[in-house]
């Protein structure tokens, strides 16, 4: 079965920066998008960002103008580049693929911004 494996998260201060990892067990030119999603503690799970095939990319408004989402087709993996992060940015951070038939979430990482 197709897995993505998000890596990257941790902690960082306000005002840091982090990127997270997203490897998948397929070419990512198979998806028709990819992205990112967080669910902080008590939160239902909450867009981030998303990379379609054709290269578009689209931000939640809470991380736009932060946050950057790119592709690296070659080594099949999505990245999350995570600038100003603030104590609210706290939260587990899921990686999203789609294809015409099924959406597949990997199992997250951990990024805790704190002082």
């Known amino acids: 079965q197709v897995q993505l494996v998000e890596s990257g998260g941790g902690l960082v201060q306000p005002g840091g920066s982090l990127r997270l990892s997203c490897a998948a067990s397929?070419?990512?030119?198979?998806?028709?998008?990819m992205g990112w999603y967080r669910q902080a503690p008590g939160k239902q799970r909450e867009w981030v960002a998303a990379?379609?095939?054709?290269?578009?990319?689209k931000y939640a408004d809470s991380v736009k103008g932060r946050f950057t989402i790119s592709r690296d087709n070659a080594k099949n993996t999505v990245y999350l580049q995570m600038n100003s992060l603030k104590p609210e940015d706290t939260a587990v951070y899921y990686c999203?693929?789609?294809?015409?038939?099924?959406?597949?979430w990997g199992q997250g990482t951990q990024v805790t911004v704190s002082s």
């Open positions: 999203k693929g789609e294809d015409w038939a099924r959406v597949y």
């Open positions: 397929r070419s990512i030119f198979s998806f028709n998008a």
């Open positions: 990379a379609t095939s054709g290269g578009s990319t």
